[in-house]
């Protein structure tokens, strides 16, 4: 079980997430879904420690969890100038050798031979996917893993999840693809404001729609009144 | 342990491989530019040989520091569980200490090759960059109209160094090299400046539709007259006999200027990852010590102004 609790996070004296708790099970993708600026991605980067002042306690099986042990793929991931396919995923690979690249890689078929700058948007992420794998983490935290991909590779990461979840791995994912968030997560929580104002049960899926754009259209609803106004 | 050292091995493959590539591509002119190199490398072991042995390690720190605070990698390394600190210092002294030697060699100076080395590892272990910096430099980023977006934003981020430079150019003015001297380094900065990637229409808007790539370098020299103005003005009342010191130095930073946005917009292209390679630049550099180089640095610049036009077009046409 990952439990997150009292999770602060910022930017110097910007509080961007405040108090937030959430509890994962093993073998569960929990979806995290927000406006843009809500703090999804701010919240990824506080849990592997990457920039945002991080305090709160986050722990695996009711141990502290430690940031090498998370695996985080960023909705936009860096690759070095000059490096191939390969290159990549043997850096990503240095903790757990025994990482078989070939193998996997023949469920996207990518040219690993050839240099990054060659690969278009879609084979970069699923590159990037395979070089989270490559890993051996206990947590991954997916953040935007389904844009870009095309409907063949959207399938296969949906069959990588799926496979992920039977190796007893928690994952976290953000998307503002609804459908997706649908078919794959057990349990979503919706964040706002740098808060965690909801989490739904499967169940509850079908109030997840309508909660998002009640939240919303109570939002928009005094802008859309300024706009209509005459002059 | 073992994973450490299988670590920095796999790391240090890559980059050995990365290397070789980048030289591959540097085609005809950095072969031609090789055996200037070497004449350069003499010149500068000549010249050198008379300064303070303790230059050597403040030098290669200088150049590291700008390399560490520039470095975009740290966030991808820390997350795939590089030890990121080890990893750097070890480059860096390994770095330096290959850049230090021969002239330590030339001078018999061997007690500052640990002390370069030493300086470089610990550079290593600095944390980046803060985005924000609470100096006057980087609040007057903000002021900055929006055709100079670049400045904007690199102050915003490198904005405590730019301003130490600045004051120590004022500081300093009875100096008489310091003036040049800030020049220099000021001008080993712009490159980064112009690395920032920006949205192509900002790049339209400002670039062609505002009078081209000439005109974009004016106002960017401009804004560096405006900045060194104080420093100018100093320098002519401390060593007025010195006057052509001033202009040498305001010519490193024109020169720097047009590479650097030469370079940037050669190498960027609407919807295409630019690739950065640091050999050109380097050159570009190097050339203002070095004028034996001017020749393939002007080479580089007319074939970058000419891909550059080529790629403003393709987006105004897009």
Redesign the interface.
């Known amino acids: 079980m990952l439990e997150i609790s009292s999770l602060a996070a910022g930017?110097?004296k910007t509080l961007i997430l405040n108090n937030i708790h959430l509890e994962a099970a093993a073998g569960e993708v929990h979806g995290v879904l927000g406006i843009n600026g809500a703090g999804k991605t701010t919240f990824f980067k506080a849990l592997?420690?990457?920039?945002p002042s991080f305090s709160g306690a986050v722990t695996w099986q009711g141990e502290p969890l430690s940031p090498?042990d998370i695996?985080?793929l960023?909705a936009t991931?860096?690759?070095?100038?000059?490096?191939t396919g390969q290159?990549y995923l043997?850096?990503?690979r240095?903790?757990n050798?025994g990482f078989p690249i070939e193998k996997w890689n023949g469920l996207f078929q990518l040219p690993l031979k050839d240099?990054t700058?060659t690969y278009s948007t879609g084979m970069r992420k699923k590159l990037a996917l395979l070089?989270v794998l490559a890993?051996r983490y206990k947590v991954l935290l997916l953040d935007e893993p389904f844009s870009g991909l095309d409907l063949e590779s959207t399938e296969v990461l949906f069959e990588i999840l799926e496979q992920l979840k039977s190796y007893g791995l928690c994952i976290l994912l953000s998307s503002h693809i609804l459908a997706t968030v649908r078919q794959v997560c057990s349990r979503v929580s919706y964040l706002s404001a740098g808060q965690i104002l909801r989490t739904f049960e499967h169940d509850d899926f079908d109030t997840l729609e309508s909660s998002i754009k009640t939240t919303l259209q109570s939002r928009t609803k005094a802008a859309w009144a300024e706009i209509r106004k005459p002059g | 342990m073992d994973?450490k050292v299988?670590?920095f091995g796999?790391?240090l493959r890559?980059r050995v491989?990365?290397l070789g590539?980048?030289l591959y591509?540097a085609g005809i002119p950095g072969v031609i530019a090789l055996p200037l190199l070497l004449i350069f490398v003499l010149q500068g072991l000549e010249a050198m040989a008379k300064v303070p042995g303790w230059v050597i390690p403040l030098l290669t720190s200088f150049f590291i520091l700008n390399w560490h605070f520039r470095r975009?990698?740290s966030?991808?390394l820390?997350?795939?569980?590089?030890a990121v600190g080890w990893i750097f210092g070890i480059e860096y002294a390994v770095v330096a200490s290959c850049a230090a030697l021969p002239l330590i060699a030339y001078t018999a100076n061997w007690g500052m090759l640990p002390v370069a080395a030493a300086g470089a590892f610990v550079c290593g272990f600095l944390p980046?960059w803060?985005?924000?910096q609470n100096l006057f430099l980087p609040v007057m980023g903000w002021g900055l109209p929006g055709t100079l977006f670049e400045w904007r934003s690199a102050l915003r981020r490198y904005g405590a160094l730019f301003s130490m430079l600045w004051l120590f150019s004022l500081a300093a003015s009875y100096g008489l090299a310091v003036l040049l001297i800030v020049m220099l380094l000021w001008a080993s900065l712009i490159p980064s400046v112009f690395e920032y990637q920006e949205p192509r229409e900002l790049t339209i808007a400002v670039v062609v539709k505002g009078g081209g790539l000439f005109r974009h370098w004016l106002r960017h020299f401009w804004l560096q007259l405006m900045v060194f103005t104080p420093g100018l003005l100093l320098h002519l009342v401390f060593h007025p006999a010195y006057w052509y010191l001033a202009l040498i130095g305001l010519s490193f930073i024109a020169l720097m200027l047009a590479f650097a946005m030469a370079y940037k917009y050669a190498t960027w292209q609407p919807g295409?990852?630019r690739?950065?390679?640091s050999l050109p630049v380097t050159l570009a550099y190097f050339s203002l010590f070095f004028p034996l180089l001017l020749p393939v640095v002007g080479f580089y610049l007319l074939r970058f102004v000419k891909r550059a036009r080529h790629h403003f077009k393709m987006a105004y046409d897009a």
């Not at chain 1, 592997?48 to 920039?51: A, E, K, P, S």
């Not at chain 1, 991931?77 to 490096?83: A, D, E, G, L, T």
């Not at chain 2, 820390?78 to 590089?82: A, M, P, V, Y």
């Open positions: 930017y110097g592997c420690r990457l920039g090498t695996g985080y960023p991931p860096y690759f070095y100038p000059y490096q290159e043997e850096l990503c240095h903790r050798p240099l700058e070089g890993g | 994973l299988n670590s796999v790391y890559f491989r990365q590539r980048i591509s975009k990698d966030g991808f820390k997350r795939t569980g590089f980046e803060s985005v924000r295409r990852q690739v950065v390679q």
